[in-house]
């Protein structure tokens, strides 16, 4: 006869899987400290790339572990159900002796203005939501620098000129991939004695799919 199933021992905290929501929380921590400038965009791109991979509490953990805002982190609340929340909508960006970043969920509209001097913008559109058939970009930098930075789906147009400076559509990471819908992304404007570079990289989508490379 055989003896009693024995129960297998439950996994500690650390071992439990996590869900979709818990890894766009921890992304929406590291999104907010890029934003404030505790991480610039190779660590906020190297640590949401982990979170996206993430499949326990412990691969989670480590990457707020140095943030003010550890707590939320350690312990991933899924969101509750509800209607989506409107994004944020911009329609300038000025940085002055400072620095000024706009990424992850973003609105878009048909333009924005981006003025820098003796300071640094970084305009991620990858996660944004463009708003018009055509969004233009009128970057305009003064002994400072400005970066743009696009998906493979939209249709790039660069037409900016600089002095003593470059205004340049810098070496894309991803290829262009492109449909007759496309949205267009026009970027204009000067670089005086400063530089403005625009660049396509890849886009990881809120699924965790990590199949684009940079």
Not at 80 to 93: E, F, I, K, N, W
Not at 138 to 149: D, P, S
Request: glycine share 10%.
């Amino acid at each position: 006869m055989e003896g009693p199933l024995e129960r297998r021992p439950e996994p500690g905290p650390d071992l439990i899987r996590v869900s979709d929501a818990d890894r766009f929380r921890v992304a929406e921590v590291l999104r907010e400290a890029a934003g404030e400038g505790r991480l610039d965009l190779d660590e906020l791109d190297q640590r949401l790339e982990a979170a996206y991979a993430a499949k326990t509490y412990a691969d989670l953990v480590p990457l707020t572990a140095d943030l003010p805002v550890t707590g939320a982190a350690q312990a991933p609340v899924p969101r509750p159900a509800g209607p989506p929340v409107p994004l944020p909508t911009h329609d300038r960006t000025i940085a002055v002796m400072s620095g000024s970043q706009r990424v992850g969920p973003w609105s878009v509209g048909a333009t924005h203005t981006a003025v820098a001097v003796m300071g640094g913008i970084t305009l991620d559109l990858r996660e944004a939501r463009l708003t018009a058939p055509e969004t233009v970009i009128t970057a305009n930098a003064f002994m400072g620098g400005i970066e743009v930075i696009v998906g493979p789906g939209v249709h790039l147009v660069v037409e900016g000129s600089g002095f003593m400076g470059g205004f340049e559509h810098a070496r894309d990471k991803v290829a262009a991939d492109l449909r007759p819908d496309s949205p267009v992304v026009r970027v204009r404007g000067f670089a005086v004695m400063a530089g403005v570079t625009v660049q396509r990289r890849r886009v990881r989508p809120p699924s965790g799919d990590l199949a684009l490379e940079d």
